[in-house]
């Protein structure tokens, strides 16, 4: 199943010379998956507490910057021999937590089905959650999509860029979320499938 996951390899040979830079002045993954998260966290709730749609524009900007954050700390932490059991705690706690913080910001569009959007963060948690388990059941971590962490980045992004700048009218996003909400559904069950 087609996913932006599977452009993981080109990105990550793009970021390869920050990395090493990087590692050299001593930066280590942790602090990456920390900023990582209090970015998201911060925009998240600054978004919410603007309520302006203009400042919906930063969930792209801060979603891409995120998506080189993800990809900067597992290279530091896997070329550059710092992985540890924390980083793992760090890594999947940050990834729900921003999660959550830059799916939030979605409240303040007007008429936006509520239900539809908190469905959409408990399933976006629920595929973590299943690429988690994995390792539980003696696999390895699931990243399948078609909606996993990078896919919910695209989706979020543009959602950020169609409402402020084209006013996107309410009852494409409702339909955008019922998509993005069965294809994580769909993201789930291949998961569970692949570990097992």
Known sequence: MISVYQLKPKFQQLLRPLVNGLANKGATANEVTVFAMLLSVVTGTAI?????????LALPIVLLTRMALNAIDGMLAREHNQQSKLGAYLNEIGDVISDLFLILPLLIIPDINLWLLATFAFVALLTEFAGVLGVLVEAERQYQGPMGKSDRALVLGLIGLLVPLFALPTVYLNAALTVAIILSVWTVI??????L
């Not at 919410?48 to 919906?56: D, E, G, M």
């Open 190 to 195: 291949n998961r569970i499938r692949a570990a």
């Open 48 to 56: 919410v507490i603007s309520n302006s749609l203009l400042a919906l």
